[in-house]
C-alpha cells in the first residue's frame, strides 16, 4: 500500500458484540429484546356454588368471556381507579363495589378481586358458609321436594307470641262472623307459606352476604370512632391544650370521612331498591332459566320442523311408488 505504512487486520466483531464509536476496541454486549409482560392479568378467587374456592390468574377479556359483562363494567373494579359505591346488574352477572368488597356474581359463582387483602378474608369465610349451607338446602329440597328442614336457613327470627288470647270482637256481631272465618283462613295460609320459605336463589344469597359485609365494617368503624371520641372530648373539656384540640380535630375528620362513606352506600341501595327495573336485572337465576326454556324451544321447533320435512319428503315418495305402480 501507499506510504508503506502495515494496516492491522481487525478481526471481525463476534456476533452478539457491537462496537462504540468511542472506542473501537471496546466491546459490549447487545441486550436482548425486553418481552412485553401481559397487561390485565390479575388473580381473582372464584367461589363455586358448592362453597368451594381457588384462585385463577385471568385476564380482562377471559373475565369479560365468562360473565358477559363489557369493559366498562369491569372498570369499576379495578382498584387503581377510584369509583363510587355501585351495585350494578346485567344480564348474567352482578357488579359489586362496595367498601372493600370488590366482586362479581353469577347464576353459579363468586369472583373476588382484591381476596389477598387481610380484611376480606373473614368475608370470603363468610361467603363459603353460606354459600356452602345454601348447597345443602337445595340439594335437599331437590331430593326430598321439601325444605322444611332448612327453614331456618337464613336464621330469620320469628315473632315472640303476645300473652293471653286475644278478645274475639265478632262474637256479637253475626254480620262480621264471615270476614272473620275468611280472616282465619288467609292468616292459616300465610303461615303455611312462612313455614315453608323457598331457598333464595345463588345471587341473592351472595349480594346478601356481600351487603353485610361492606355495612359490618362501615359499623365497626363508627363503633371504634365512638370509643375514641368520648374520652377525647373530656380530656377537651376538662383541660383546652394544642394537643387535645388536635385529637378533636383528627377525630372530627374521620367522622366526616366515615359519614360521607355510610351516604354513599345508602344512596345507591336507594337508588336500586326505587327502580324497579333494576331489582328486576339482579335476578340472574330466572332469567337463566327463561334463557334456557327459549333454547329449547328453539331446538324443538327446529326438530318438529326436520320431522316434518322427512315426513313430507316420505309421503312425496309414497305417492311417486303409488303412480308409477298404477301406471
Known sequence: ?????????????????????EDPDTARPISAPHRKKATGVRAWMVVDSTGQAEVIEAGKHAIMRRTGLPARDLR????????????????????????????????????????????????????QRRILRHHHATTAQEGNGDDSNWSNLYDLGEPQ??????????????????????GKAEGKQGLDNQDGMKVLPFEFVALEACLEAACSCLENEAKTLELEAHPALDKL???????????????????VAITGRVQK?????????????????????????????????????????????????????DRHVLISVSF
Not at 307470641?161 to 272473620?180: E, I, K, T
Not at 394544642?242 to 374521620?254: G, M
Open 1 to 21: 500500500m501507499r506510504g508503506g505504512g502495515h494496516v492491522p487486520n481487525n478481526p471481525p466483531p463476534k456476533p452478539g458484540l457491537s462496537i462504540t464509536d
Open 161 to 182: 307470641s303476645r300473652a293471653g288470647s286475644p278478645v274475639n270482637l265478632s262474637q256479637g256481631f253475626p254480620q262480621f262472623q264471615d270476614q272473620d272465618e275468611e
Open 76 to 127: 369499576i373494579l379495578d382498584p387503581l381507579l377510584s369509583y363510587p359505591s355501585t351495585v350494578l346488574g346485567r344480564e348474567r352477572a352482578i357488579v359489586i363495589n362496595l367498601e372493600h368488597i370488590k366482586a362479581i356474581i353469577t347464576a353459579q359463582e363468586v369472583l373476588l378481586l382484591n381476596s389477598r387483602d387481610p380484611s376480606v378474608t373473614p368475608f370470603v369465610e363468610e361467603l
Open 237 to 255: 373539656t376538662s383541660k383546652i391544650s394544642t394537643l387535645n384540640l388536635e385529637r378533636v380535630r383528627q377525630i372530627k375528620s374521620r367522622l
Open 265 to 317: 352506600v345508602r344512596d345507591e341501595l336507594e337508588h336500586l331498591l326505587d327502580d324497579d327495573e333494576d331489582m328486576a336485572e339482579l335476578y340472574l337465576t330466572e332469567k337463566l332459566l327463561q334463557q334456557n326454556l327459549e333454547n329449547s324451544s328453539a331446538s324443538t321447533l327446529s326438530e318438529n320442523d326436520n320431522m316434518d320435512d322427512e315426513v313430507l319428503g316420505l309421503d312425496m315418495d
